[in-house]
């Protein structure tokens, strides 16, 4: 196995434990791999506005040579939110998911960096719920602009409902937008070819690095291109089947039992010892 040079890691289910925090014994391992000259990258659907005080505890928070791949992969930037690859939605992107939704009894934000533009509709959306650090503004979808992009939506509904309108959606979306749930009531749609790979692919090129030196810890949907794509990719104790059956391997421990500090140990820090 070639040296890792990058570790990729999800947050929800994977570094964070299920009280959202992260545990010393991966906060550990994270720094002893960064005294390594490891990059420890965060990969998440969240925007960078949401992940500061999680920057902030690992040491990473508005530096130059630190990088955060965001929104699933749409936003690979360096921690000074200077960007180095972006795949946007148009707002006419967003009406038609919005027309979807609306027929489906669901609702819908759209999210442009740090702004969520919470849409019109008979349903409550559950997404600050999620991302309360987030600026959340009201909007009718005639009244939402056409000036900026919109790095992807998000549709926070309760579970049961959610997963019985998910095989209702008409499939020319499937072929337009990538689809996937990242947590229980979480259902996000992101640009075509937006993946947690394609982001990771984008900073090796920029690092000069390959893909067999990055190792990629997840647990759900989203996460399963990049363990896929990278040369170590770990999946939780906890990860659905999906993730599990693509993985380079299954660790023994969950998110809750320091899986990515453990991983951490066995996979880098032992690496030359």
Do not use: H
């Amino acid at each position: 196995m070639s040296q890792i040079k990058v570790i990729a890691l999800d947050l929800d289910g994977t570094l964070l434990n299920s009280e959202k925090k992260i545990s010393p014994r991966n906060l550990a391992a994270i720094r002893a791999a960064q005294e390594k000259g490891v990059k420890v990258v965060l990969t998440t659907g969240r925007p960078l506005k949401a992940m500061d005080f999680l920057l902030q505890e690992i040491g990473t928070a508005g530096l130059s040579d630190e990088y955060t791949i965001t929104f699933n992969g749409g936003l690979v930037q360096k921690n000074t939110g200077e960007i180095i690859a972006k795949t946007v939605f148009s707002r006419d992107d967003v009406v038609r998911i919005y027309e979807e939704t609306e027929a489906l009894g669901l609702p819908l934000d759209a999210i442009n960096e740090g702004d969520v533009y919470t849409l019109a509709s008979d349903q409550e959306s559950l997404y600050p719920l999620y991302n309360p650090y987030l600026n959340f503004i009201p909007v009718s979808i005639e009244d939402l602009s056409s000036q900026i992009a919109y790095n992807k939506c998000v549709t926070a509904f309760q579970q049961d409902y959610l997963d019985g309108a998910i095989p209702k959606i008409s499939p020319d979306l499937g072929e337009r937008f990538e689809i996937f749930k990242s947590r229980d009531m979480l259902l996000e749609w992101c640009p075509k070819g937006v993946q947690k790979d394609r982001g990771l692919e984008a900073l090796v090129a920029y690092l000069g690095i390959d893909a067999s030196q990055v190792m990629a810890c997840g647990d759900e949907a989203n996460d399963a291109s990049m363990l896929k794509w990278a040369g170590l990719g770990i999946a939780m104790a906890n990860a659905v089947d999906e993730v599990k059956k693509i993985a380079t391997l299954v660790s023994e421990y969950t998110n809750d039992e320091d899986a990515v500090g453990r991983a951490i140990e066995e996979y880098v820090l032992k690496e030359g010892q």
